[in-house]
């Protein structure tokens, strides 16, 4: 109300959507910027303090001179932090040179290998979600019978469960005993069937938990009571108000869970030999292959800070209490 008792015009809801938007992505830009160049710098101080990348792709059989001719190519003749510079000149270039074990541009590899990884994680936390939200709702809803507490004990057990523990059980049964998927590889669709599902023992544990917590606290807030008092059903209340306001901790999860999911492949793809970024990760420590080496630790950092920007976005979105703020 103004002073003449006249009310004041509202602000269009838009406009403060579009501000609220445009922070965001401000906000994660910098973060974006800042964890890369962190990471960046990790990578660069602890590849130079493990040992001479000269001398490795030298080998024992070069010479002296083949030394200091390597060094000479690769700049780390210059002083230190002339070398940091160039490095972080290379990166905004997007040029990490060449693999020293193939020849092929460092980026071109990891770019290439990337989609088996990210098939893997988008599988793992959409089998998840489509799972573990209905079990963790159903275990809310039966909290004090037999069917809630067995579910909730699996998924405390799935949570203790190492991936590789796991890995190796799936890989005796299914495809040793009954034979019905093959051991390793990425070649079909069947090759991406176990790795999905050791992947997902701990997030889909970890998202039953959570939705059974969530749905539990919304039941006891007053809005699902007193839609219970008006004569909604049980089944009412706990899908269209209880889960909504339980879900946005869980999409939380599954967003933060990314940075989880990428750095078990590693182990994953390892034990199926399935040809991701987490394998050609550990075949370039193996053969000290620097420039792969650098090239799959920014582009899985840039990816992990971008899947948090998203998840972040979609977090305020799908929040109740968020488009009640913005509609008031």
Request: with cysteine; aromatic share 8%.
């Amino acid at each position: 109300m103004g002073e003449a008792g006249v009310k004041l015009p509202r602000r269009p809801i838009a406009g403060r959507w579009g501000r609220a938007v445009a922070r965001t992505l401000l906000v994660w830009a910098a973060r974006l910027a800042a964890t890369v160049l962190g990471v960046l710098t990790l990578l660069f101080a602890l590849l130079h303090l493990s040992g001479d990348p000269a001398a490795t792709m030298v080998g024992p059989s070069g010479t002296a001179e083949d030394l200091e001719r390597v060094r000479e190519q690769l700049g780390l003749d210059r002083p230190f932090r002339e070398q940091y510079l160039g490095f972080l000149g290379d990166v905004a270039r997007l040029e990490f040179g060449s693999s020293s074990n193939t020849g092929e541009p460092a980026l071109g590899i990891v770019l290439a290998h990337l989609p088996l990884t990210l098939q893997l994680v988008l599988l793992t936390l959409v089998s998840s979600l489509v799972v573990g939200v209905p079990l963790g709702v159903w275990a809310a809803a039966r909290r004090g019978g037999v069917v809630g507490r067995v579910i909730s004990a699996a998924a405390a057990l799935g949570q203790a469960v190492p991936n590789f523990v796991l890995g190796l059980v799936l890989m005796l049964v299914f495809a040793l005993w009954l034979g019905w998927l093959p051991a390793y590889g990425s070649g079909t669709p069947l090759h991406v069937v176990m790795p999905v599902l050791t992947l997902s023992l701990f997030t889909l544990a970890r998202i039953v938990l959570l939705t059974r917590a969530g749905v539990l606290e919304a039941l006891e807030r007053d809005l699902c009571r007193t839609v219970r008092a008006k004569g909604g059903s049980f089944s009412r209340v706990l899908w269209r108000h209880a889960l909504p306001n339980a879900f946005p901790p869980v999409l939380a999860f599954v967003i933060t869970d990314t940075g989880y999911l990428l750095s078990g492949t590693v182990i994953v793809e390892q034990l199926y030999s399935y040809d991701g970024v987490g394998r050609q990760l550990v075949n370039a420590i193996n053969e000290q292959d620097y420039p792969v080496i650098q090239a799959t630790v920014f582009v899985v950092a840039v990816v992990v800070v971008l899947v948090s920007a998203l998840g972040d976005v979609l977090g305020r979105l799908l929040d109740p209490r968020v488009g009640r703020e913005v509609a008031g």
